[in-house]
């Protein structure tokens, strides 16, 4: 079952009935024992150390103990429905990542529906990708790879974590806008996709560049473009793919979402604690360090955001064909 994006905002429209200081007041003895945050990756990538940042700095701001439990499985799925299914109280929370968005399309049939059965309490960071190249290609530009990719259709690969992840529907995302035929090689996994193309067994590879940006910067591979709309500070030389391709942008994002039915008053305190951190000069420095920047929502602007995303995914696996493993 898919929930229509207008449908989605109905009803997330209604959480913002009350004024927001008389919600977060009825919240002022919250929590009352430890929370749990269910990360769906496994511990040690930049989803894992956002949930700890934010849980670190929860804990601290309401005396309690907000535990980071990793989940990994089916895509996201698994740790989603665990909290899907957990006790709506703010005990137990979801650390919402891009791949929430694209599962909603990708699987079909799964026993949830994500906008309907998480609440959006706010976004954390957004991580800009770089679609990079391993040296021995002979291209050094977007325009180069394209022109590349067209004289040499099927002949290029291009690596991802895996089927249906981020990565993977991003580069089909370029496919799609410029026309080009790249034969899509997965693996288990960030780490061995880079793995894979720093020793040039493939070519191309969009990556999150917290991962990538030294090895850009090495020269053990050559950047040609970032995925935010406009070119990042942490990589200020390497142009914004949208510079030759108009319209395209393909971020990561993480963010903190609850089970429906989480009071709203709850949902309003965390929302306050969470850009409570992001305004805060040491923890926009930690992001800083991640190669992340700060992405500060009220919970229906991230709302927005989520139904937007599954709405843009959706249309790109369509388009590809994308089938779950």
């Known amino acids: 079952m898919k929930l229509p994006r207008r449908t989605f905002l109905h009803l997330a429209a209604g959480a913002a009935a009350l004024p927001a200081i008389e919600r977060i007041a009825k919240a002022q003895g919250y929590p009352t024992r430890p929370v749990r945050i269910i990360v769906p990756y496994p511990p040690g990538g930049t989803s894992d150390i956002s949930a700890r940042l934010i849980g670190q700095w929860l804990s601290e701001r309401l005396g309690q103990q907000f535990v980071i439990e990793n989940r990994p499985g089916a895509g996201t799925n698994l740790g989603t429905e665990a909290v899907v299914r957990a006790s709506a109280d703010g005990t137990t929370l979801l650390l919402v990542t891009a791949a929430n968005a694209i599962n909603a399309t990708l699987y079909g049939k799964l026993n949830f529906v994500f906008l309907r059965d998480i609440v959006p309490v706010g976004a954390i960071i957004r991580v800009v990708n770089v679609l990079e190249v391993h040296p021995s290609l002979p291209v050094n530009s977007v325009p180069e790879l394209i022109a590349y990719a067209k004289a040499n259709p099927g002949k290029l690969n291009y690596a991802s974590a895996g089927t249906g992840s981020p990565a993977h529907v991003s580069a089909e995302l370029f496919k799609m806008m410029t026309g080009i035929n790249m034969v899509h090689v997965p693996y288990r996994g960030a780490a061995p996709a880079l793995s894979e193309l720093l020793a040039g067994q493939v070519q191309v590879l969009i990556d999150n560049m917290p991962t990538s940006i030294e090895h850009v910067r090495a020269g053990r591979v050559r950047g040609l473009g ?24 393909a971020t990561s994002f993480f963010g903190i979402g609850a089970p429906r039915g989480t009071p709203v008053e709850i949902v309003e305190l965390l929302n306050a604690e969470v850009k409570a951190a992001l305004r805060d000069a040491k923890f926009k420095a930690r992001i800083t360090d991640l190669g992340a920047t700060v992405f500060e929502s009220a919970p229906l602007e991230f709302g927005r955001h989520l139904a937007d995303e599954t709405e843009k995914w959706g249309r790109v696996v369509k388009f590809a064909g994308i089938k779950a493993e």
Do not use: M, N, W
């Open 226 to 249: 970032v995925t935010s709309a406009r070119r990042s500070d942490a990589l200020p030389t390497v142009p914004a793919i949208a510079e030759f391709v108009p319209g395209y942008e």
